[in-house]
Each structure stands twice: as structure tokens, then as C-alpha cells.
């Protein structure tokens, strides 16, 4: 066995062999970054690890072989995540993620074969980092000359850290810069970890006109129960032409008026709670740049304006129903935080697994519609988010005798991913009519919306794509989905949503809509989604995006201290 380090360790010590593993070393961070502008910046990155390795171990071979295994692996994770939650490695997803029992419990169940090749992954490049110190021979140089290559090294690494001040600061994680994402994320980092970025964005801002924390409840007869349905993972098919669903499906993403309306969001593949943040408080998550991704986390208790506690404050019973965990990314706690009287969660729910029909869901809301109509008086408001839509599609979840269709896409992924929301639909539309036998004494709105986009269809719009990255632009198709609004035994007037809606909008054109409960901070939503033409955190009159969250924070509505 030793003779056998020995050689390899000799291999790995060959000039050649280095050379040749710098090259390849290139080439991988080219391909993991998809642009040349960061690849000095990784280098200086890898230089340093080794610097650092090797003023402590004094095997300066070794040290680079560690070093450069160590920035593939951390290029690799961040890869996965992209691909899997459509936003890249952060240095605050091992405070936010990794200490979050619930998701970690989620991704190991869900995506347990991507888990076992990493660990695989990962012993192999144990072994052979063992192999690589085993064989390495151990350096005379001094402390002193360890110590001073490797601020050399670190300096390298200041003074090649990306210009980004020309874009703002999550672009860089929604572009798929996979390889550099989890090192530029350390200058992201400010002290105290808990300082809202927006904050900054707001500090010079002078708000014109103020907001007062009142709302406007109208008569007890125009409060209809409100059921918000959030889509798992669904946008409109027709914005791909290389599949083919059956015209049923293609009509289901219908609104009462027959039209499919596009909701703009900000998130793509993963990422469900960033989209029902903003639904529910009217506010976008993109404007919250990198700490987009942790919004549930870092915004519990700061947010007071929101649809929920505006419903209970009307004399709503609030309730949101939901397929994790309370404690999953903590959205349980920030839900309660903005109004949410109860929480139904997995643990409440106990579903076979993560991936029953979306019918287990709404089977458990018409227990609670049917209790609560025979024993309180109060309107309804009930959130349900649904999640059979949900990856990884490498499994078969809809049987052929459920679905007996041809199949709507060649690729067994897409196709996999369609037939799950071909279901999804089929049990929206049974909850949707049984919501139309029984609307309740002062009628129901129902409204459902797609979170984010699956990572199946992703080589779709990649093929589709003008040149650039597709991911980089909140307006491209990346981030389109839909909303549908029906209402039952009362009117609605659809001309709120005459237009495309970015999805920080989409609750205040519900209550103009529907005749909802209002307060001043929804009706001067509604303004800034006229003047900005629909867009939020796009708005071509930033400005006025602006003083709104400005006003809000001036009325102790949203806080950013």
C-alpha cells in the first residue's frame, strides 16, 4: 500500500500533472460560471485555500490538490441548488437551511438518490485528498514565508472580487454563477447578519404622503369566504411549443372571464415560499435582493400590513394550510406572524408522504369548511398551498390507468412533471365546483396562482431563450406563471387584472376585484400597480416603489430596523 501512494503521490507531484489539473481546473469553474469575468477571481479563491492549507499542513502539492477538489465540490452544491431551487450557493444557507431539521428532512426524502451521489462524491474525493497528503513530502519553508504567501493570496482575492455595482445584488444568484456564487456571498455578509438590506436602499428615501395602520371592513353581507390556492410549480403550457396537453388542461389555467392572466415572479424551480410572501404581504421579494431566498426568516414579526391581517381584523377566521412542516424555511411562524390564526401543517395533516394528491389537501379544507359553517359565523380565509406538482420527476407518481393520455412531452422528466399537473388541475377543478354547490351564505372567491416554474421544463426555455442569460432578467419567461379568479354566488368585476401582474400585486387586484376588506396600504398598492403599468421591483418609476415601502415603514407597517 505504501509503495502505491508513493507513485501516485509521485504522479500528483509531476509538473505536468499540475499543469494539466489547472487546465482541466479552468475549464470546470468556465463551465460551472458560464462566464470567463469570474474565473481570475476563483483562481485567486483557490490560491488562497491553498495558501491557507498549506501554512498549516506544509505540503504545498497536497494544498492545491485540496484546494482545487474543494472549490469543484462547493461549484458542484451550488450547481445542484440552482438547478433544484433556481437561486445559487449562499454563504447564509448553512445558518438558514442547514440548521433547519424540516428541510433538511424534506430534501433527503425527496431527493435522497441526488444525496447519495454526493456522499459518494464526496468519499471519493476524501480518498483521494488521503492519497494526496499521504503522498506529498512536507516543506522547509519557514512560517513566516507560509504566513506571508498566504496574504499575498488574500489580497489576490480582494482586489479580484467582481465589480457587481452595476446590477443589483441577487442577480448574481439567479444567474446561475455557480461556481464564484458561494464566494462572492461572503462580501454580502454585513454585521449584525440580521441587517435588512432594503433598509439601505430606503435610508435616503423621503416618502411623500403617509399611510395610517386602519382598514375599511364594509357591511357583514359583502364578506365572502376567500380560498387562495397556491399552484405548486405550474405555469401556462402553451408557453412551451414542444409539449402537447390535452385542451381540457390547456382550459383549466382559465379565469371565469376565459382568459389566462400572467403572473410575473421572482423566483425560478424552487423557492415556493418567496412567491407566497409576496402574495400575501404585497410586497416582492427581489427587493430584498440576496436575503430574497430567507425573507420568511428575517422578516417574522417586521411585516404588520398584509392580506391576512387585514381579513382578521375584518372578523375573518384566517387559517393557511400547508404540506411541510410549520418549521420548514420557518414559514410557519411567519405566516402566524402576519395573521394567520392557525396553522395546518404536515404534522397536523399526517399524509402518507410529501407526495399525495393535491386532493388530500383539499379533502382536509372541506372538513374545515364543513365544521366551521355549522359552528361559527364568521367569513373564511383559507390559504392552501399544494405540492404534488413538486420534483424530483425521476419517479413515476400518476399510474397509466389514472392517466391514460399520450404522452405530452418526449423528454420522460417533462412529461412526468405535466401528467402530475394534469392531476393537480383535475382536483383544483373538483374543489373549484364544490365551492360552486355549496359558496357559502355570502358567496366564495377562489383564486390559485403557480409559485415558480418547474425545473423540468427548464431545457425548454433554455432552447427557447434569445441569446443571454434567461435567468438574469426577472421580466423573461423564466419567471411567468399564472392566476385564475373565479367567484360563486357573488360578482366580481375583472378589470383589476386587464393586465399582466407582477406577483407583489396580485392580493391588492384581488380585494379591488372581489369587494374584500381594504385599508389604505392596499389601496395605495393598487395606485402603484396602475403607474407601473404592473411591475413592482421593476417598476420604470422606481421612485414610487420606493415611497411606498417607505410609507409603510414610516407607519410602523413594515420594519426594517
Not at 442547514?98 to 456522499?119: K, N, T
Request: proline share 5%.
Amino acid at each position: 500500500m505504501k509503495n502505491l501512494i508513493d507513485r501516485i503521490g509521485g504522479v500528483l507531484r509531476h509538473p505536468l500533472t499540475i499543469s494539466l489539473a489547472f487546465l482541466a481546473l479552468l475549464l470546470a469553474l468556465h463551465y460551472f460560471d458560464t462566464r470567463w469575468r469570474f474565473v481570475p477571481f476563483l483562481v485567486a479563491v483557490t490560491l488562497a485555500i491553498a495558501a491557507l492549507l498549506f501554512l498549516i499542513s506544509r505540503r504545498p502539492r497536497f494544498s492545491l490538490w485540496a484546494a482545487g477538489t474543494m472549490v469543484l465540490l462547493i461549484a458542484a452544491m451550488s450547481e445542484v441548488k440552482f438547478r433544484l431551487k433556481g437561486f445559487s450557493l449562499h454563504v447564509f444557507d448553512f445558518a438558514f437551511t442547514g440548521l433547519d431539521r424540516s428541510a433538511l428532512s424534506f430534501l433527503v426524502g425527496s431527493y435522497f438518490h441526488v444525496l447519495i451521489a454526493g456522499v459518494a462524491v464526496l468519499g471519493a474525493a476524501l480518498v483521494f485528498l488521503i492519497v494526496a497528503f499521504c503522498g506529498d513530502r512536507r516543506s522547509a519553508r519557514s512560517f513566516g514565508m507560509r504566513a506571508g504567501l498566504f496574504f499575498m493570496a488574500a489580497a489576490g482575492v480582494v482586489a479580484l472580487y467582481p465589480d457587481m455595482r452595476d446590477e443589483p445584488d441577487y442577480v448574481h444568484y439567479i444567474s446561475g454563477y455557480d461556481a464564484s456564487s458561494f464566494f462572492v456571498s461572503v462580501g454580502d455578509l454585513e454585521f449584525p447578519l440580521g441587517r435588512i438590506v432594503l433598509a439601505d436602499r430606503l435610508e435616503n428615501v423621503e416618502a411623500k404622503g403617509s399611510l395610517r395602520d386602519d382598514v375599511s371592513c364594509g357591511v357583514a353581507t359583502g364578506k365572502p369566504d376567500l380560498f387562495v390556492v397556491l399552484s405548486e410549480s405550474q405555469t401556462n403550457p402553451a408557453y412551451f411549443p414542444q409539449v402537447a396537453v390535452p385542451e381540457w388542461m390547456s382550459a383549466s389555467f382559465q379565469s371565469q372571464d376565459g382568459q389566462v392572466h400572467p403572473l410575473q415572479v421572482e423566483t425560478f424551480g424552487g423557492g415556493t415560499w418567496v412567491t407566497n410572501f409576496s402574495v400575501m404581504t404585497g410586497l416582492s421579494g427581489a427587493d430584498f435582493g440576496w436575503q430574497s431566498p430567507y425573507v420568511t426568516e428575517i422578516l417574522e414579526g417586521r411585516v404588520k400590513a398584509s392580506l391576512p391581517s387585514l381579513l382578521a381584523r375584518c372578523g375573518y377566521r384566517t387559517v393557511a394550510v400547508m404540506p411541510m412542516q410549520a418549521s420548514f424555511v420557518n414559514e410557519g411562524p411567519f405566516l402566524t406572524s402576519i395573521g394567520f390564526q392557525e396553522i395546518v401543517d404536515f404534522d397536523a395533516m399526517k399524509p402518507k408522504s410529501h407526495f399525495v394528491r393535491d386532493s388530500f389537501y383539499f379533502d382536509v379544507v372541506e372538513r374545515i369548511v364543513r365544521d366551521h359553517r355549522e359552528k361559527d359565523r364568521r367569513p373564511l380565509f383559507v390559504a392552501i398551498q399544494t405540492l404534488f406538482p413538486h420534483g424530483p420527476y425521476d419517479m413515476a407518481l400518476v399510474p397509466k390507468d389514472v392517466l391514460p393520455e399520450k404522452a405530452f412531452a418526449s423528454d420522460a422528466e417533462a412529461d412526468e412533471y405535466l401528467r402530475r399537473v394534469a392531476l393537480a388541475k383535475q382536483d383544483l377543478q373538483d374543489f373549484r365546483r364544490k365551492r360552486q354547490e355549496t359558496p357559502g351564505p355570502n358567496g366564495s372567491v377562489v383564486l390559485d396562482y403557480g409559485d415558480h416554474q418547474a425545473a423540468a421544463t427548464r431545457d425548454y426555455l433554455l432552447a427557447g431563450a434569445a441569446k443571454g442569460n434567461i435567468f438574469a432578467d426577472l421580466r423573461s419567461l423564466a419567471y411567468k406563471t399564472y392566476y385564475s379568479v373565479y367567484a360563486y354566488g357573488r360578482g366580481i368585476d375583472m378589470r383589476p387584472f386587464a393586465k399582466p401582474l407582477d406577483v407583489g400585486f396580485l392580493s391588492a387586484s384581488l380585494i379591488e376585484a372581489a369587494g374584500l376588506p381594504t385599508s389604505p396600504t392596499f389601496e395605495a398598492l393598487a395606485r402603484l400597480r396602475d403607474a407601473c403599468n404592473g411591475h413592482y421591483h421593476t417598476c420604470p418609476e422606481r421612485a414610487l416603489v420606493d415611497q411606498h415601502l417607505r410609507q409603510r415603514q414610516d407607519a410602523g407597517l413594515l420594519d426594517l430596523d
